[in-house]
């Protein structure tokens, strides 16, 4: 084949929490089936520092950014690598699998099934390798443990698999039995007394067992889809190989370990069947809707999320939910305990992001586009602490296909910076509360407008477009991100998948900027969130660049929330400022000239939003669609929560059910696809350029 060419190159490969990343020189021995990496490129003539078999290996690029990607091998060594950028890290992807499919395919032919009923991988791992070679009395009874149950002689699986996998079934089957059998007795336990259904200890125990049993299947899933690999082409059609799979369903909604039941359709209050009968999103009007922001009032809500008691009262219904889950999970279509929502919908919080309005128009004040670059950054980096609402790390609410969210910042002219250097508000922090009081008597020639609007774009995946735009300073902000979150153990991770793009129409300068990824840590006590991973800030048109890393706490010591990066002039390769700090505390900006300034932002003002009252929203933005859950929450009524917010969700599976049935695709109302993004309907860069344009023609 001409991809089965040997290949080579510099990657980086990630050692250990202390060492982390280092840059080796890799090669890839397709001949061989090895991949083989050195100290550099210079000492390639020299024995390779380490080496990989190929042969039923499993490649896979990583969710973490598009650079990263790991090689298992069926040794269970594993390599974690990174790219320079996306399309080498797929150059290198590529040529792997086609390798490693080649040589498993290769080994499937020349060895058939081992009949003997010790289990070894030394055929398709190196060696030498620790660890792979096996006694030949360690059989899998003894490996696994669960001896003690003498295995059942007739029952065998299909002859397609070898002995040792038979015997793997045969006792995970007899380890699942007494499994359930362990979850039967615990749950049969009175609920009051000396020794109880909802004891600490048991409830944790019924949760690690579970997890066990998880990750057993996927290991017996894995020797599975290896095997196959060799039988590729040789087994008898219509043949397939099945495995086990969790038991408990996790559609349902559970309570202290028991199915959780609704009162019937004819007890649920008015509120409950109005959200179920809304009609059809798109029966309703889809036309594109002018928000005036006369009508929008300045937001009197603060919910602020700080109350750490629910956490501890539903410990059960989380050691419960953790029972049901697996490492790496996608969490998308899980459904989540109602009590660790925070009281406002996703695309709310992106909203609130933008809480330093007067910071945001800034950036185009700035001289140079060295300035306006470091304008961008100082304003990305203060953008984090105000939308994240409180110390626990509590979930918004998931948007609905179709949701929208509308409101509006006011900034008077005067308190927007121009000066270099003078760009954060000097308004106390006294008055972060409101700033209705400076636009009393204030005509709309004294003051901006920062317009912003999100809507819900897709539902599986899920993908949330926004819009920000300053017709006055002719700048705007356009973004999509697609939120994958997964199941990491103890904490949950959430990967923001998409790219905004800044225009600064009035220089013809356009930014495009990546988001971090984000970490809910502690999920079992008190629950906290913290930033991780590389972003990218870049403007071709200029030069100019930023990276920031957002570093997650270490294992051992470290501090919490840091942040470091710096903004250089691409050409020069000159950096022009560096920031190091906390992005919820206090950051701080070097420059080029020498110059250091201090930005608290707990100290920072922040500007309220405007959003028109309820009665003026329609029935599919965000405040509205919500309210019943947000009212219930905040009375602390969590089951009345969990009943709306449960209505909401059939009613959108209703939804996409009749839209499958009837083929009819999602039209949306804001944002059109364009390639693998979403971009506002009516962008500032089209009206801008249309209205120069029929200018041109009246003159």
């Not at 185009?364 to 586009?369: D, E, V």
């Not at 407008?449 to 819009?467: L, R, W």
Request: proline share 5%; hydrophobic share 35%.
């Amino acid at each position: 084949s001409d991809h089965m060419e040997n290949i080579y190159g510099y990657l980086m490969k990630y050692t250990n929490l202390v060492t982390g990343w280092q840059y080796r020189f890799f090669v890839l021995n397709n001949d061989a089936g090895l991949l083989e990496y050195f100290v550099n490129e210079q000492s390639r003539h020299l024995k390779p520092r380490g080496t990989l078999q190929l042969a039923g290996a499993v490649i896979s690029p990583s969710d973490e950014d598009s650079h990263t990607f790991t090689v298992n091998a069926a040794s269970g060594e594993q390599y974690k690598l990174r790219a320079t950028d996306a399309k080498e890290r797929q150059h290198w992807v590529s040529r792997l699998q086609i390798c490693t499919q080649h040589h498993t395919e290769a080994i499937g032919k020349n060895n058939p099934p081992l009949k003997s009923r010790s289990f070894s991988l030394a055929s398709q791992g190196s060696a030498n390798s620790p660890g792979v070679q096996r006694r030949p009395s360690q059989n899998a009874v003894s490996f696994f443990g669960v001896g003690h149950h003498r295995l059942p002689t007739g029952k065998r699986v299909p002859i397609m698999q070898p002995d040792h996998l038979v015997d793997v079934r045969e006792m995970m089957s007899q380890a699942e039995g007494q499994q359930r059998d362990l979850i039967r007795s615990i749950e049969c336990l009175p609920v009051s007394g000396h020794l109880t259904s909802l004891d600490q200890d048991l409830l944790m125990l019924k949760a690690t067992s579970m997890a066990t049993m998880n990750c057993l299947n996927d290991c017996f899933h894995i020797l599975q889809l290896q095997h196959a690999s060799q039988q590729k082409g040789s087994l008898p059609a219509g043949t397939t190989v099945s495995w086990l799979e969790p038991k408990i369903s996790l559609a349902n909604h559970f309570k202290n370990g028991a199915a959780q039941n609704f009162p019937a359709e004819i007890n649920k209050p008015a509120s409950v069947r109005e959200e179920q009968s809304i009609a059809e999103p798109c029966q309703l009007t889809r036309e594109p809707e002018e928000i005036n922001p006369d009508e929008e009032l300045e937001d009197i809500c603060d919910d602020k999320e700080d109350d750490l008691g629910a956490v501890e009262e539903q410990r059960s219904v989380i050691l419960h939910l953790l029972s049901q889950l697996k490492l790496g999970m996608d969490l998308t279509r899980v459904v989540l305990p109602t009590f660790i929502l925070e009281k406002r919908s996703l695309l709310e919080m992106y909203a609130d992001f933008m809480s330093h309005p007067d910071l945001f128009i800034a950036i185009t004040n700035g001289t140079t586009p060295e300035e306006r670059m470091i304008r961008f950054v100082e304003y990305y980096l203060t953008s984090f602490h105000e939308g994240r609402k409180g110390a626990i790390a509590k979930k918004p609410y998931n948007p609905i296909i179709g949701e929208t969210f509308h409101c509006s910042w006011r900034m008077l002219k005067s308190d927007i910076a121009t000066d270099a250097g003078g760009n954060f508000s000097a308004h106390p922090p006294s008055e972060q509360v409101t700033l209705s009081k400076d636009l009393e008597g204030q005509t709309e020639l004294d003051y901006y407008t920062v317009k912003f609007v999100a809507e819900q774009v897709s539902h599986h995946p899920p993908v949330s477009g926004f819009y920000a735009e300053c017709v006055e300073r002719n700048m705007c902000v356009n973004a999509h991100v697609w939120t994958k979150s997964k199941f990491l153990g103890m904490s949950i991770g959430v990967t923001m998948v998409g790219e905004g793009l800044l225009s600064l129409l009035e220089h013809g300068e356009e930014y495009t900027f990546s988001l971090p990824c984000a970490y809910a840590r502690s999920i079992l006590t008190v629950p906290w969130v913290e930033l991780g991973g590389k972003v990218n800030i870049n403007c071709a048109k200029t030069g100019y660049s930023a990276s920031i890393n957002f570093h997650t706490k270490p294992f051992y010591g470290g501090k919490l929330h840091r942040v470091t990066g710096e903004v250089k002039q691409n050409t020069t390769n000159t950096v022009v400022c560096r920031v190091q700090g906390e992005w919820n505390s206090v950051l701080e900006f070097t420059y080029s000239n020498g110059e250091t300034k201090y930005v608290d932002l707990t100290k920072l003002s922040v500007t309220r939003k405007r959003v028109r009252p309820l009665e003026k929203q329609g029935p599919f933005e965000s405040r509205r669609l919500w309210q019943h859950v947000t009212e219930s929450l905040r009375d602390g009524d969590i089951d009345k929560a969990t009943e709306h917010k449960r209505a909401l969700e059939e009613r959108q599976r209703n939804e996409e059910r009749l839209r499958a049935e009837t083929e009819t695709p999602w039209c949306t109302k804001y944002f059109l696809k364009e390639g693998d993004g979403w971009v506002y309907h009516k962008p500032l860069w089209k009206t801008v350029s249309a209205a120069q344009t029929q200018q041109t023609d009246t003159n």
